[in-house]
């Protein structure tokens, strides 16, 4: 098996069992609990390890073999996940989400920084729609089904399918030859590799305008998924679906970004980078209002497919120009940096979609975060192809540049 098929296989594994957990947990928390901004917490657990550990890891990831980094957070997130075997308690599912999504950190910051060591820059578009595809499939299409199915079972299922699927990565991703460890000029602190990191981002306009766009729909994104499952799920929501439904419901992500991240590559070259990200975002703005306007559950799961279509044409234009321009020394620092921003805004709109549902009911959050995207695509009308195939060029001579500051 060629490296980046055991990548890309261990990498399924991997976001299946996220999808598993991720869904498995709030499904469970709603046995427990009906507050929504207790719900909603495990958004914000789940989400901020992004916000406290994103430059750590990011720096970490640059200083060590990244191959190494994937496995050590596999490993230690399913000997986490048995620790809590039997525990039936909000606050365990609270410390699950908190633990996993530190070990995240690393893993997803390693997994999208070590693409550029295993296929040539000018396939990283083909490369990345794969990764994305399988990513996704296993995580959102594959993960919330299997979820419903196993809580259906029991919690302790719930917890033993992820520990099995991590076990399964890791065992493939240890079979990946080579090494991964960027060569290092010289001995630097955590702090200058950090601050070289952050200076990169800054100096760059066009990743800057990315981060803050991705940012604002996270924010949104974050919290309408945090009370999605309060407004579909039970005989007292809108919806009215069962446990399983829903995760057929939220399955329908998957299959839409599946799409996305197949054609992703053809819609850039039809439409260009720019006109491609700029429709993304208005797509995604209408499809996250689409449950303010109906509970029927084929028309939402439209909105749904249809909005992770247009994602995923938008994560893999974003991200496959951000790996082109970014020197390799400086790429696990460049993703960290970028998702301490724009994934440090989903914690805060898992809490938002919380503090909404609550002051306003749950309906109406999602016309009111629908604005966000659109917020975003201010910044991106700005962004020309002409600018971006001139920043394109940039990482040919991009390690020979001084991003210290």
């Known amino acids: 098996m060629k490296p980046y098929w055991r990548l890309w296989t261990a990498d399924g594994l991997s976001n299946l069992a996220d999808g598993v957990l991720k869904t498995a947990v709030p499904l469970i928390a709603v046995g427990l609990t009906r507050d929504p901004v207790a719900v909603a917490g495990l958004g914000v657990a789940f989400t901020l390890p992004w916000l406290v550990c994103a430059l750590p890891a990011g720096a970490l990831v640059d200083r060590v073999d990244r191959r190494r980094a994937m496995l050590a957070a596999n490993a230690t997130r399913g000997a986490l996940l048995l620790v809590m075997f039997g525990v039936h308690e909000l606050w365990a599912l609270y410390a699950v989400a908190l633990c996993v999504g530190v ?8 997994a999208q920084s070590i693409v550029p060591q295993i296929v040539d820059r000018d396939l990283l578009p083909r490369a990345n729609g794969r990764l994305y595809a399988v990513e996704l499939m296993a995580n959102e299409f594959a993960g919330p089904p299997l979820a419903g199915l196993l809580v259906g079972v029991g919690a302790m299922a719930a917890f033993g399918a992820p520990v099995a699927l991590w076990a399964a990565a890791v065992a493939v991703l240890a079979t990946l030859p080579g090494r991964f460890k960027v060569a290092r000029p010289e001995p630097t602190t955590l702090r200058a590799d950090i601050a070289e990191g952050l200076c990169f981002l800054v100096r760059q306009p066009i990743l800057r305008t990315f981060t803050v766009a991705t940012a604002l729909f996270n924010l949104a994104t974050s919290a309408t998924f945090a009370i999605l499952v309060l407004y579909a799920v039970g005989p007292g929501s809108a919806m009215s679906l069962s446990e399983q439904t829903y995760g057929v419901l939220i399955a329908s992500t998957a ?8 054609l992703a590559e053809r819609i850039e070259h039809w439409l260009g980078r720019a006109r491609a990200l700029q429709l993304s975002y208005v797509v995604s703005a209408v499809t996250i209002a689409v449950p303010t306007m109906t509970t029927n559950p084929v028309t939402v799961g439209i909105g749904l497919f249809t909005g992770s279509a247009a994602v995923l044409v938008t994560n893999i234009v974003m991200v496959s120009l951000r790996q082109r321009i970014t020197p390799d020394r400086l790429l696990g620092r460049l993703n960290s940096t970028h998702r301490l921003v724009a994934w440090g805004t989903k914690p805060l709109g898992a809490a938002l979609g919380g503090f909404l549902a609550t002051t306003i009911g749950v309906r109406p959050v999602f016309a009111v ?3 966000l995207p659109l917020l975003a695509l201010i910044g991106l009308v700005r962004v020309s ?4 195939d001139s920043v394109d060029r940039i990482w040919a001579t991009a390690e ?3 991003f210290h500051g």
């Open 369 to 371: 975060v629908a604005i």
């Open 385 to 388: 192809d002409r600018r971006l």
């Open 400 to 402: 020979g540049l001084d």
């Open 255 to 262: 299959a839409g970004s599946l799409l996305g991240s197949l």
């Open 103 to 110: 070990t995240e950190t690393v893993y997803d910051t390693a």
